[in-house]
């Protein structure tokens, strides 16, 4: 599932329509709005989303009315947080380094 996720962020348009979502949920025609695309275009990077978990579709009517789901970007978080604790190790072990040498 993080491939998925991780894939479905690659992406600038993805990651404005979850920032929006992030807002409350809105309708496919709505995220559309701020780009030059056609719904069907938005509609395929939504299905990016939703299938990386990201974005829920409920048909109301003949609107379709999206949500966003955070839970895959907490696991993405977690994932990240672990090798943000071994560049940090990394760095600090760097610094001493260069501290060292410009001591001695």
Same mark, same amino acid.
């Given at each position: 599932? =993080? +491939?998925?996720?991780? &894939?479905?962020?690659? +992406?600038? &348009?993805?990651?404005?329509?979850?920032?929006? =979502?992030?807002?409350? $949920?809105?309708? #496919?025609?709505? =995220?559309? $709005?701020?780009?030059?695309?056609? %719904?069907?275009?938005?509609?395929?990077? =939504?299905? #990016?989303?939703? %299938?990386?978990?990201? #974005?829920? %579709?409920?048909?109301?009517?003949?609107?379709?009315?999206?949500?966003?789901?955070?839970?895959?970007? %907490?696991?993405?978080?977690?994932?990240?947080? &672990?090798?943000? &604790?071994?560049?940090?190790?990394?760095?600090?072990?760097?610094?001493?380094?260069? +501290?060292? $040498?410009?001591?001695?």
């Amino acid at each position: 599932m =993080l +491939d998925r996720v991780f &894939t479905a962020l690659a +992406d600038p &348009t993805r990651r404005a329509i979850l920032a929006r =979502l992030s807002s409350g $949920e809105a309708t #496919v025609g709505e =995220l559309a $709005e701020p780009f030059q695309m056609s %719904r069907p275009a938005v509609s395929k990077h =939504l299905d #990016v989303l939703q %299938r990386a978990g990201l #974005v829920h %579709r409920v048909a109301d009517g003949r609107v379709n009315r999206c949500h966003l789901d955070g839970e895959p970007l %907490r696991d993405a978080m977690q994932w990240m947080e &672990t090798y943000r &604790t071994f560049w940090e190790g990394q760095l600090d072990a760097l610094a001493r380094y260069f +501290d060292a $040498e410009d001591g001695g």
